[in-house]
């Protein structure tokens, strides 16, 4: 069985920074792409952010292009969001998610077999 764990989400100011982590494990589990979404109250959940395997693939979502950067320990199932300029927009559930067949860094979240429970990311003055 599979188990992913995120955590650093938290409440920072608008401007300031967070960093996110990923963990996936599990016996004899080796992650494909890996990817960040985002749930905010009432609204449905949004891609973010994706890697490939081998990290030399990445896609973001429009939105925060040139504030977030997602990285992942090269060929281990460990991802991580660096998020800067935070807005108040950005506040939401951060789900981090992994890949057991897609290699290639994909934002179609039908593509991610495995779900961590989510960290809590609030942006607020």
């Known amino acids: 069985q599979v188990q992913v764990v995120e955590s650093g989400g938290g409440t920072v100011q608008p401007g300031g920074s967070l960093r996110l982590s990923c963990l996936a494990s599990?016996?004899?589990?080796?992650?494909?792409?890996m990817a960040w979404f985002r749930q905010a109250p009432g609204k449905d959940r949004e891609w973010v952010a994706t890697?490939?395997?081998?990290?030399?693939?990445?896609i973001y979502t429009s939105s925060v292009k040139g504030r977030f950067i997602i990285s992942r320990d090269k060929d281990k199932n460990t991802a991580y969001l660096q998020m800067t300029a935070l807005k108040p927009e950005d506040t939401a559930v951060y789900y981090c998610?992994?890949?057991?067949?897609?290699?290639?860094?994909?934002?179609?979240?039908?593509?991610?077999?495995?779900w961590g429970q989510g960290t809590q990311v609030t942006v607020s003055s």
């Open positions: 998610a992994a890949s057991s067949t897609y290699s290639s860094a994909t934002y179609y979240s039908r593509n991610y077999d495995y």
């Open positions: 599990g016996r004899a589990f080796s992650a494909g792409a």
């Open positions: 890697i490939s395997r081998g990290g030399e693939g990445i």
